[in-house]
């Protein structure tokens, strides 16, 4: 049988996306649906899975390489002529050894079988999502399901994922209804699987020596022997490893080899909650070499109830995330903050004349969209802070677009969803965008691409209070403004002391990209605009 072309299916519209990972290489065996490469887009990490059984003759990609839908990934020998090729190498090493037999006779011919299985099916890796309720039963018992049907609609704090069947099979029995809480490796339902035996003869010596029948079987042993996989040693690192996209992108993100990582999901699954594991005792674990990578020794670890009454709360998944991306961007980010004011006396006189207008529309208008239009404005003017540095430092990325982050507060956590495109909308376009954006995060249904591609990041404690403060840098952006609470405030103009609605900046910055005096420059341009906001119509 020839070989067959394995290509790059669809890839959900995006023109070209980057090989990061190998799943397979020359002379493995792979089955229907096991990740053959994962690659990555500028949204999200994808594992390519097989489309038939087969064992891998040629790679025609490598690490590094930029696909497309069509291009060839692999040639690979179907199961069938994996098959043709053994027995035919088996036939002939046995025809070697069994040479002096006279005469073989062929006792029994069993046909072709087909047994029946159960298998229970469960939830697979939802992106370390716990507790997801379940909101659609799409199945019901009896009915016949294929690879990837949906079984069941769940639906998290973020997002409604539909949860496919990883076999074919006929439904036996449903283990959830609606309402119940899901979380990874959660039973869903029990599968009748069905799988095909096939035939073998079973073939007897006539009247040959018990020597040459011994060194037969004793050939056969050993072809079989060569033709089994050998399992990869347990802790070897590099080794191939079971793990989803999102679990990829987790330990690349905070440097973990995987193949060190301990798996306890089903069929020796990474999941999340591993490599988080991981990563809590590489730092605290004295035998770890955490501390000498790091330069940080590590912490004790504290009793604290011997001090007295203590109470124990989980962090929220949000939590968890932003304090791993906060920590990373101050360990890798060498930060300086810039303090500077802007005078908004007439922005306010001018925001308060409109407010009421734009209100009856269902407008917000806020001192916030002005200062994101103004913020457009400036990243053109200075495009070193409309970057980022790539991660060998030796090269400078200039964006020719302008997204910015909004941090936002909810009651799980911060988010910071991004308003795209802010230097092509006016000043009621992005207050619209962000009143669409704050009512998502507080409901809870930003998706990952609300909160994916910024430039640079704006929080606002205005609303709350304080006079300054030091954001961090949402890396790899390269700078993010604080604004406090505006005050009023005396300032001497044209021989005199005035009263003016002042209102506070705190530019934080990578000062491997931005120097101090770039910095100055920016937040005064900044104020120049919003100080006369007739600026912005230029």
Same mark, same amino acid.
């Given at each position: 049988?020839?070989?067959?072309?394995?290509?790059?299916?669809?890839?959900?519209?995006?023109?070209?996306?980057?090989?990061?990972?190998?799943?397979?290489?020359?002379?493995?065996?792979f089955?229907?649906?096991?990740?053959l490469?994962?690659?990555?887009?500028?949204k999200?990490?994808?594992?390519i899975?097989?489309?038939?059984?087969?064992?891998?003759?040629?790679?025609?990609?490598?690490?590094?390489? $930029?696909? +497309?839908?069509?291009?060839?990934?692999? %040639? @690979?020998?179907t199961?069938?002529? =994996?098959?043709?090729?053994? /027995?035919? &190498?088996?036939?002939?090493?046995?025809d070697?050894?069994?040479?002096?037999?006279?005469?073989v006779?062929?006792?029994?011919?069993s046909?072709?079988?087909?047994?029946?299985?159960?298998?229970?099916?469960?939830v697979?890796?939802?992106?370390?999502?716990?507790?997801?309720?379940?909101?659609e039963?799409?199945?019901?018992?009896?009915?016949?399901?294929?690879?990837?049907?949906?079984?069941?609609?769940?639906?998290?704090?973020?997002?409604?994922?539909?949860?496919?069947?990883?076999?074919?099979?006929?439904?036996?029995?449903i283990?959830?209804?609606v309402?119940?809480?899901?979380s990874?490796?959660?039973?869903?339902?029990?599968?009748?699987? $069905?799988? +095909?035996?096939?035939?073998q003869?079973? %073939? @007897?010596?006539?009247?040959?020596? =018990?020597a040459?029948?011994? /060194?037969? &079987?004793?050939?056969?042993?050993?072809?079989?022997?060569?033709?089994?996989?050998?399992?990869?040693?347990?802790?070897?690192?590099?080794?191939?490893v079971?793990?989803?996209?999102a679990?990829?992108?987790?330990?690349?993100?905070?440097?973990?080899?995987l193949?060190?990582?301990?798996?306890?999901?089903?069929?020796?699954?990474?999941?999340?909650?591993?490599?988080?594991?991981?990563?809590?005792q590489?730092?605290?674990?004295?035998?770890q070499?955490?501390?000498?990578?790091?330069?940080?020794p590590?912490?004790?670890?504290?009793?604290?109830?011997?001090?007295?009454?203590?109470?124990?709360?989980?962090?929220?998944?949000?939590?968890?995330? $932003?304090?791993?991306?906060?920590?990373?961007?101050? %360990?890798?980010?060498?930060?300086?903050?810039?303090?500077?004011?802007?005078?908004?006396?007439?922005?306010?006189?001018?925001?308060?004349s409109?407010?009421?207008?734009?209100?009856?529309?269902?407008?917000?208008?806020?001192?916030?969209?002005?200062?994101?239009?103004?913020?457009?404005k400036?990243?053109?003017?200075?495009?070193?802070?409309?970057?980022?540095?790539?991660?060998?430092?030796?090269?400078?990325?200039?964006?020719?677009?302008?997204n910015?982050?909004?941090?936002?507060?909810?009651?799980?956590?911060?988010?910071?969803?991004?308003?795209?495109?802010?230097?092509?909308?006016?000043?009621?376009?992005?207050?619209q965008?962000?009143?669409?954006?704050?009512?998502?995060?507080?409901?809870?249904?930003?998706?990952?691409?609300?909160m994916?591609?910024?430039?640079?990041?704006?929080?606002?404690?205005?609303?709350?209070?304080?006079?300054?403060?030091?954001?961090?840098?949402?890396?790899?952006?390269?700078?993010?403004?604080?604004?406090?609470?505006?005050?009023?405030?005396?300032?001497y103009?044209?021989?005199?002391?005035?009263?003016?609605?002042m209102?506070?900046?705190?530019?934080?910055?990578?000062?491997?990209?931005i120097?101090?005096?770039?910095?100055?420059?920016?937040?005064?341009?900044?104020?120049?605009?919003?100080?006369?906001?007739?600026?912005?119509?230029?």
């Amino acid at each position: 049988m020839a070989d067959k072309d394995v290509v790059i299916p669809d890839l959900g519209g995006a023109e070209s996306v980057d090989v990061i990972e190998l799943c397979v290489k020359v002379g493995d065996s792979f089955s229907q649906e096991d990740s053959l490469i994962v690659v990555e887009s500028d949204k999200a990490t994808i594992e390519i899975p097989a489309p038939f059984d087969g064992e891998v003759a040629k790679l025609s990609i490598a690490v590094g390489d $930029s696909v +497309k839908e069509g291009d060839l990934l692999l %040639v @690979a020998m179907t199961k069938d002529a =994996v098959n043709a090729t053994e /027995a035919t &190498q088996a036939a002939e090493q046995v025809d070697v050894v069994t040479a002096p037999v006279e005469e073989v006779a062929v006792v029994a011919v069993s046909p072709e079988t087909v047994t029946t299985t159960t298998k229970t099916i469960v939830v697979p890796d939802i992106g370390g999502s716990d507790d997801v309720e379940v909101i659609e039963i799409s199945v019901a018992v009896g009915d016949t399901l294929a690879v990837e049907d949906t079984m069941v609609v769940l639906e998290s704090d973020k997002a409604t994922m539909e949860i496919p069947c990883s076999d074919a099979g006929v439904v036996k029995e449903i283990l959830l209804s609606v309402g119940d809480k899901l979380s990874e490796g959660s039973v869903v339902l029990t599968l009748e699987v $069905s799988a +095909k035996v096939p035939a073998q003869q079973v %073939v @007897a010596p006539s009247s040959a020596d =018990v020597a040459p029948e011994v /060194a037969a &079987q004793t050939q056969k042993q050993d072809v079989a022997a060569k033709s089994k996989p050998v399992a990869p040693e347990a802790s070897s690192p590099s080794k191939q490893v079971h793990a989803g996209p999102a679990v990829r992108r987790l330990a690349r993100e905070l440097g973990v080899d995987l193949a060190l990582v301990s798996a306890t999901g089903p069929k020796k699954r990474i999941l999340k909650d591993d490599v988080h594991g991981f990563v809590k005792q590489a730092m605290t674990d004295k035998s770890q070499a955490a501390a000498p990578s790091t330069g940080l020794p590590p912490l004790p670890v504290i009793d604290f109830a011997k001090f007295g009454d203590i109470d124990s709360q989980p962090l929220s998944r949000i939590n968890k995330v $932003s304090a791993a991306n906060l920590h990373r961007s101050w %360990v890798n980010v060498p930060h300086v903050t810039q303090f500077d004011e802007a005078d908004v006396s007439e922005l306010e006189t001018f925001r308060k004349s409109e407010s009421a207008a734009y209100k009856e529309q269902g407008i917000k208008l806020t001192l916030l969209a002005f200062m994101v239009k103004a913020c457009a404005k400036a990243l053109q003017a200075f495009p070193r802070f409309n970057s980022s540095l790539s991660q060998d430092g030796e090269t400078l990325i200039f964006k020719q677009y302008v997204n910015i982050g909004i941090a936002v507060d909810t009651p799980n956590g911060l988010v910071v969803p991004v308003i795209r495109d802010a230097d092509k909308k006016t000043v009621l376009d992005i207050a619209q965008d962000m009143q669409m954006l704050s009512a998502k995060a507080r409901d809870k249904k930003l998706s990952p691409n609300d909160m994916q591609g910024g430039c640079f990041s704006i929080s606002s404690l205005g609303g709350i209070g304080g006079t300054a403060f030091t954001p961090i840098v949402n890396w790899p952006e390269v700078a993010i403004l604080g604004l406090s609470r505006s005050q009023m405030k005396p300032v001497y103009q044209e021989g005199e002391f005035v009263p003016r609605l002042m209102l506070p900046m705190s530019l934080s910055y990578d000062h491997r990209v931005i120097d101090g005096a770039d910095a100055a420059r920016f937040t005064r341009y900044l104020s120049d605009q919003i100080t006369d906001i007739r600026r912005l119509l230029l």
